[in-house]
């Protein structure tokens, strides 16, 4: 079974610009959850889409958004970037997004903003 | 609210042992660990669920006290493929939707296992 898979899996943008990330999830996963990691602070919650649906949301500004397609892939944008945006994201997989799920990680994608 | 790891880092010597400490001020239904070496992707070590289970990896275990609201991460006897950081990821609530996808993880704890 293929594992997530993320692309690109690096990217170098300037500030102000807007910035699209892949995400493909294991088949047969159909919740697909977004994760901030910088430094010092972990992973940080995004979000999270089920059945195409946003289900959760963490705190970050409008600037970030993401999808979901009907075959579970994901994108998540990132507009008017800023220099704190620069950052890994990873996406994770799993069943259904249950509490007694484990999350399948993707490698990431590596944010720069200059 | 992101839970709180401790200690931030640890270095070991191979076959010593080491726990990790994962504590939120809210009420869990689980709590998931996860190792993440650098440059990779984390990787699913176990969940526990309220309850108190104590589920085990190769040499690796823990435990969650549902009272506290804390788990803990068991190295024991460690090897050099221990090395990597440690994240705890904490869920709320029980079975309704609301809680459900939204892990939240801790700072993450980094082991360093020398030879």
């Known amino acids: 079974k293929a594992g997530v898979t993320q692309t690109p899996r690096y990217l170098i943008k300037t500030r102000g610009q807007q910035v699209t990330l892949s995400c493909s999830p294991i088949?047969?996963?159909?919740?697909v959850s977004w994760y901030q990691q910088t430094p010092g602070q972990g992973l940080q919650f995004l979000f999270e889409?089920?059945?195409?649906?946003?289900?959760n949301k963490g705190n970050f500004p409008g600037r970030f958004s993401g999808r979901q397609f009907s075959n579970s892939r994901s994108e998540m944008n990132v507009s008017t970037l800023e220099l704190g945006d620069s950052a890994l994201y990873l996406c994770?997989?799993?069943?259904?997004?249950?509490?007694?799920?484990?999350?399948?990680f993707g490698s990431g994608t590596q944010l720069s903003v200059l | 609210q992101q839970p709180v790891q401790s200690p931030q880092a640890v270095i070991l010597r191979e076959g010593e042992d080491a726990v990790i400490n994962c504590s939120s001020s809210?009420?869990?239904?689980?709590v998931h660990w996860y190792r993440q070496k650098h440059g990779e992707a984390p990787v699913f070590l176990m969940i526990?669920?309220?309850?108190?289970e104590q589920k085990g990896h190769e040499k690796i275990s823990a435990s969650f006290n549902e009272k506290k609201q804390q788990s803990s991460l068991y190295l024991t006897a460690s090897q050099l493929s221990y090395s990597g950081t440690y994240f705890c990821?904490?869920?709320?609530?029980?079975?309704?939707?609301?809680?459900?996808?939204?892990?939240?993880f801790g700072a993450g704890t980094q082991v360093v296992v020398t030879p």
């Open positions: 994770a997989s799993s069943l259904a997004g249950q509490p007694n799920e484990k999350l399948f």
């Open positions: 990821g904490t869920e709320k609530g029980g079975m309704t939707t609301d809680s459900w996808g939204k892990l939240q």
């Open positions: 809210k009420a869990l239904y689980s």
């Open positions: 088949s047969g996963h159909r919740s």
């Open positions: 526990l669920l309220k309850g108190g």
């Open positions: 889409y089920f059945s195409e649906t946003q289900r």
